[in-house]
């Protein structure tokens, strides 16, 4: 919520006061706990969850979705020849990189409306989830829901395959990592808050551009800034365009909070994953 409400506050850096929505003198949030308190203040604690009912059932399905076809792909590129056989990093990258962009092909209607409803003032352009459906159905057809689509693309084939390379290559040397949860594989939880840190970090700023243009279309001047610009079709063009107006700074709003809630979900998605996949060979031995 935090950080999708940083990433829409589009305002130059060097000087404010030029792109602030008129009767505006200051930018509405200052960082990552001024943003915390401003959403409390003006709309209660509830307004800090907005979007949750989407955003649950999109970690849902994308993490069933994303590790079945990363498997599958390991697999697949495995049983090429031997002509063809790939370094271990070129694997873990390119079965990485599917999934994720097959994961967030299926899911990304879901990710639209999150990114929507969280950025809803107390000015409410979607009173429901299915009202939202309906809505954007309606005044923007099929294609509403997938605005954006080309920059997630872009920006989850590199994210998911550094991921999953810095993952396997990082994992024979955290595995002897001494902490309290070492018996339950803590190297594990470890490579992936490194992994996920660094590719997050690598690949933000296509996070900004995804959730700019998410939030384009017949309700963007309702949105809790009122002044998020309208951008042209295109991932460069709206890359450009944010530099243009804000500096790089811009494109990594809300860096240091997303990395905050990336650490710890990447630390227990992964461990999960390999104590589930340790069951798995378990049973199939039986």
Same mark, same amino acid.
């Given at each position: 919520?935090?950080?999708?409400? /940083?990433? %829409?506050?589009?305002?130059?850096?060097?000087?404010?006061?030029?792109? %602030?929505?008129?009767?505006?003198?200051?930018?509405?949030?200052?960082?990552? !706990?001024?943003? +915390?308190?401003?959403?409390?203040?003006?709309?209660?604690?509830?307004? %800090?969850?907005?979007?949750?009912?989407? @955003?649950?059932?999109?970690? /849902?399905?994308?993490?069933?979705?994303?590790?079945?076809?990363? #498997?599958?792909?390991?697999?697949?590129?495995?049983?090429?020849?031997?002509?063809?056989?790939?370094?271990?990093? $070129?694997?873990?990258?390119?079965? $990485?990189? +599917?999934?994720?962009?097959?994961?967030?092909?299926?899911?990304?209607?879901?990710?639209? &409306?999150?990114?929507? =409803?969280?950025?809803?003032?107390?000015?409410?352009?979607?009173?429901?989830?299915?009202?939202?459906?309906?809505?954007?159905?309606?005044?923007?057809?099929?294609?509403? +829901? =997938?605005?954006?689509?080309?920059?997630?693309?872009?920006?989850?084939?590199?994210?998911?395959?550094? !991921? =999953?390379? =810095?993952?396997?290559?990082?994992?024979?040397?955290?595995?002897?990592?001494? &902490?309290?949860?070492?018996?339950?594989?803590?190297?594990?939880?470890? @490579?992936?808050? %490194?992994?996920? *840190?660094?590719?997050?970090?690598?690949? +933000?700023?296509?996070?900004?551009?995804?959730?700019?243009?998410?939030?384009?279309?017949?309700?963007?001047?309702?949105?809790?800034?009122?002044?998020?610009?309208?951008?042209?079709?295109?991932?460069?063009?709206? &890359?450009?365009?944010?530099?243009? #107006?804000?500096?790089?700074?811009?494109?990594?709003?809300?860096?240091? *909070?997303?990395?905050?809630?990336?650490?710890?979900?990447?630390?227990?998605?992964?461990?999960?994953?390999?104590?589930?996949?340790?069951?798995?060979? @378990?049973?199939?031995?039986?």
């Amino acid at each position: 919520m935090i950080k999708i409400r /940083l990433q %829409l506050q589009a305002h130059s850096l060097s000087d404010p006061s030029t792109s %602030l929505p008129a009767g505006r003198t200051r930018a509405a949030y200052q960082g990552t !706990f001024a943003t +915390f308190r401003s959403i409390l203040k003006n709309e209660g604690i509830t307004g %800090l969850w907005k979007g949750n009912v989407p @955003a649950e059932a999109l970690y /849902l399905t994308y993490g069933s979705i994303q590790f079945l076809s990363y #498997r599958s792909a390991t697999k697949v590129i495995d049983t090429l020849p031997d002509d063809l056989k790939l370094p271990g990093a $070129g694997v873990s990258f390119i079965a $990485g990189a +599917f999934a994720g962009t097959a994961a967030t092909t299926c899911t990304y209607p879901l990710d639209l &409306l999150r990114t929507r =409803f969280a950025a809803q003032s107390t000015q409410r352009a979607y009173t429901s989830l299915i009202a939202s459906v309906r809505e954007i159905n309606r005044r923007e057809g099929p294609r509403g +829901f =997938f605005r954006g689509l080309s920059a997630a693309v872009v920006q989850i084939v590199p994210y998911m395959g550094f !991921f =999953f390379t =810095f993952y396997e290559s990082l994992k024979p040397l955290v595995a002897d990592v001494s &902490l309290p949860l070492e018996s339950l594989g803590s190297g594990n939880a470890v @490579a992936g808050v %490194l992994a996920s *840190v660094m590719s997050k970090t690598l690949v +933000f700023p296509l996070d900004t551009v995804r959730k700019r243009l998410q939030v384009q279309g017949p309700s963007r001047e309702t949105y809790v800034h009122g002044n998020v610009p309208q951008y042209g079709s295109g991932v460069v063009r709206t &890359l450009t365009s944010i530099v243009q #107006r804000e500096g790089m700074g811009g494109l990594y709003r809300g860096l240091s *909070v997303g990395l905050i809630k990336a650490a710890p979900a990447s630390a227990v998605t992964m461990w999960t994953y390999e104590k589930t996949m340790e069951v798995l060979r @378990a049973i199939s031995q039986d």
